[in-house]
C-alpha cells in the first residue's frame, strides 16, 4: 500500500463524518456552502465543524459563482485554507478571488468530451489545484455531487504544471480503475461515499481511501 494518491472527501455535514474521514486518511474535507446541495452547511454551523479539524487536513470551502461580499462574509465566519470555485467562475475571476482573498483556490472543470480538455487549459495558469469533474447534465441542479462519471480516457497520458484531482462517480469499487487509467495522484468523492444524499458512510469512505491508496 502507499500513501501517495491524496484523498478529498467532500460534502462533509457533521462531526461524526469528519471524525470517519479523518480516520480513515482523508487529506482534504470539503465543505459545501452552496444553499441548494444537500451537503450545504451555514458558515456558523462549518465554523464549529471546522475547529474539530486536525492540523495537517485541508479544509476547503465550496461555492459556487460567489460574489466578493459573499466571500468577504464566509471567510471571516470560518478558517478554510483553500477555496474551491465550482461555477462559472472565468480565469479572470480565478486570478481575482486568488489574489483579493489570499487563499490558495482550486477551480473546478467539468468534462464532458475531448473539447472540454481546451477549457481546463486556460485555468492552468490561475488556479493552484484544478478539479477534473464530469460536466453535469443540461439542466442539472447541481454542478457537482451527481454521481456521474465521464470518460477516463480522455485523461490517459495527460499531465499539467499545476496539481490537479480527478472526480466525478467516483465509488470504493471503481477509484482504483480510475487511478490506474488517468495517473491522477489526488481524488474527489462526495455521493460516491454516502448512503444517502448528504449522509456520508463512515465504511465507504474507509475502504474508499483504502482502495485509492492501493491504487
Known amino acids: 500500500?502507499?500513501?501517495?494518491?491524496?484523498?478529498?472527501?467532500?460534502?462533509?455535514?457533521?462531526a461524526a463524518a469528519i471524525d470517519s474521514a479523518v480516520s480513515a486518511g482523508a487529506h482534504y474535507l470539503g465543505f459545501n456552502f452552496y444553499p441548494p446541495s444537500p451537503r450545504y452547511l451555514t458558515p456558523e454551523r462549518a465554523s464549529a465543524l471546522m475547529r474539530d479539524v486536525?492540523?495537517?487536513?485541508?479544509?476547503?470551502?465550496?461555492?459556487?459563482?460567489?460574489?466578493?461580499?459573499?466571500?468577504?462574509?464566509l471567510l471571516e465566519a470560518v478558517s478554510a485554507d483553500v477555496l474551491q470555485l465550482h461555477g462559472h467562475e472565468s480565469p479572470e475571476r480565478v486570478a481575482e478571488v486568488r489574489v483579493r482573498f489570499g487563499l490558495p483556490v482550486i477551480k473546478v472543470v467539468g468534462i464532458a468530451d475531448a473539447d472540454d480538455l481546451a477549457e481546463l487549459d486556460?485555468?492552468?495558469?490561475?488556479?493552484?489545484?484544478?478539479?477534473?469533474?464530469?460536466?453535469?447534465?443540461?439542466?442539472?441542479?447541481?454542478?457537482?455531487?451527481?454521481?456521474?462519471a465521464f470518460d477516463w480516457r480522455l485523461l490517459q497520458g495527460r499531465r499539467w504544471p499545476?496539481?490537479?484531482?480527478?472526480?466525478?462517480?467516483?465509488?470504493?469499487?471503481?477509484?482504483?480503475?480510475?487511478?490506474?487509467?488517468?495517473?491522477?495522484?489526488?481524488?474527489d468523492v462526495s455521493s460516491g461515499v454516502e448512503s444517502a444524499p448528504g449522509v456520508k458512510d463512515a465504511q465507504r469512505m474507509a475502504a474508499f481511501i483504502q482502495a485509492a491508496q492501493a491504487g
Open 122 to 148: 486556460r485555468y492552468l495558469a490561475v488556479s493552484d489545484q484544478i478539479l477534473v469533474d464530469t460536466k453535469p447534465p443540461k439542466n442539472a441542479r447541481l454542478p457537482g455531487g451527481n454521481g456521474l
Open 1 to 14: 500500500m502507499t500513501d501517495a494518491v491524496r484523498v478529498k472527501i467532500c460534502g462533509v455535514t457533521n
Open 54 to 73: 486536525p492540523a495537517g487536513v485541508t479544509k476547503v470551502a465550496l461555492v459556487v459563482d460567489a460574489q466578493d461580499d459573499e466571500l468577504e462574509a
Open 162 to 187: 499545476c496539481p490537479w484531482l480527478l472526480a466525478g462517480g467516483l465509488t470504493p469499487e471503481n477509484v482504483g480503475a480510475a487511478i490506474r487509467l488517468t495517473g491522477a495522484r489526488q481524488v
